[in-house]
């Protein structure tokens, strides 16, 4: 380790301190920690013995982030998009998709989504559009967003 000035920090205090408040992706904290001045050797150096204590888990991060999208409403196209786009590799989204599959109905959330936010399937084909594009920009296939079209208003 190399002697810090004052006020100067380590790459571990400065991750810690960012994951004292929420899970990051490693490629998130890498981003984080280099704007920050570190070394990318220590940066690396760093990464790893927080994955090897288990302080840090790419696993655990798209667990959470995976969760927490659900909970606001969107669809699995715009969170693997989110995890892919934080440097979460393609194995670990594949994995948290297969663990969130059996907790998680796609069909039945588009069409709860949908039916919270508009009344009725619209009469005119602009507002089924509209409807469309909606549920699209949250992030669900077509197949959920036919589903969801046609069953969103089954209980009302």
């Known amino acids: 380790m190399r002697e810090h000035a004052a006020g100067d920090t380590s790459p571990r205090d400065d991750a810690l301190r960012l994951l ?6 490693r490629g998130e904290l890498h981003t984080r920690l ?3 001045g570190h070394a990318t050797d220590e940066i690396e150096a760093c990464l ?3 994955v090897e204590q288990g ?3 790419d696993a655990r991060f798209a667990e959470s982030l995976l969760r927490a999208r659900v909970a606001r409403g969107q669809g699995p196209v715009k969170i693997r998009a989110e995890l892919t786009r934080r440097g979460v590799d393609d194995d670990t989204v594949r994995q948290a998709f297969r663990e969130a599959d059996e907790k998680v109905d796609w069909f039945a959330l588009a069409a709860e989504v949908l039916a919270r936010r508009f009344s ?3 009469e005119k ?4 559009a509209r409807r469309e594009r909606f549920l699209a920009g949250r992030g ?3 197949d959920q967003l036919r ?10």
């Not at 004292?20 to 992706?25: G, I, K, N």
């Open 140 to 142: 669900f296939d077509f």
């Open 147 to 156: 589903h969801a079209l046609d069953h969103a208003w089954d209980d009302a």
């Open 55 to 57: 302080l840090q888990s």
């Open 125 to 128: 084909p602009r507002e089924r």
């Open 20 to 25: 004292a408040r929420r899970e990051y992706a």
């Open 34 to 36: 280099a704007a920050k």
């Open 120 to 122: 009725g399937p619209g």
């Open 48 to 50: 790893d013995a927080l």
